[in-house]
């Protein structure tokens, strides 16, 4: 079955500093995508990166990358020099190309930026 | 544009009430979905449209029904409410040759 997994409730990093947040899927498709999306406390869902199956490289948005280890089912965003405005929940989400319109999510990770 | 639009945006309902959500949007989107996201909770996918006139079960479908009425427009409906129903619900919409989902602003239930 398939399934996202967000193992960090919560974090608090220091403003400036990098971060990393954590998702690891499970899917025995070959063919995938998968999302990162915020939500502030106003919330709105932001969308933030995509990265496929096949794509070779990383992707990366501005302050925003995805550490895509394919071996290791895991798909981590990484928030480089950390903002005040970065404080809001991140979740993780995924769709198979098998059943291209079906997207699920993570429980999500609440950061908060320490100024 | 409006994006995607959710009525109502506030409703509290007794226990065995029935209610009608509705979801439209304006970009012509192929696909669109319910999501329930309860208090510190991430998003769970109740159903889902591929393309006007199909509908699939998401994850937690129990206790709700949805029409695909047209392309623009998709509606969840619960029968019999409960309070397990209470919830934040969002519609969103994508298009087929792209990834990101459009969300509208969700709608917040109470039911007690």
């Known amino acids: 079955a398939q399934k996202i997994t967000q193992t960090q409730p919560g974090m608090f990093v220091q403003e400036k500093e990098a971060v990393t947040l954590d998702c690891t899927y499970d899917t025995s498709d070959q063919s995938y995508g998968l999302f990162w999306y915020k939500q502030p406390s106003s919330g709105e869902m932001i969308f933030l990166i995509y990265q496929g199956s096949y794509d070779e490289q990383n992707a990366t948005e501005g302050r925003y990358s995805l550490n895509f280890q394919k071996a290791r089912k895991s798909a981590n965003l990484v928030i480089s020099a950390s903002q005040l405005g970065d404080s809001a929940m991140y979740f993780c989400?995924?769709?198979?190309?098998?059943?291209?319109?079906?997207?699920?999510f993570g429980s999500g990770t609440r950061l908060s930026i320490r100024p | 544009n409006a994006g995607v639009t959710q009525t109502p945006k506030f409703q509290v309902l007794k226990t065995g009430q029935s209610m009608t959500l509705q979801c439209a949007q304006d970009?012509?989107?192929?696909?669109m979905y319910w999501y329930r996201q309860d208090p510190g909770m991430g998003l769970r996918l109740i159903y889902y449209s591929a393309s006007e006139g199909t509908t699939d079960k998401g994850e937690v479908p129990n206790g709700y029904n949805v029409s695909r009425l047209n392309k623009r427009e998709f509606s969840l409906r619960l029968e019999s409410a409960a309070p397990s129903q209470t919830s934040v619900y969002f519609c969103?919409?994508?298009?087929?040759?792209?990834?990101?989902?459009?969300f509208g602003p969700g709608t917040r239930l109470t039911v007690t």
């Open positions: 969103a919409s994508r298009d087929q040759g792209d990834y990101e989902q459009y």
């Open positions: 989400a995924m769709r198979w190309y098998s059943s291209a319109s079906k997207i699920i």
């Open positions: 970009m012509n989107h192929n696909s």
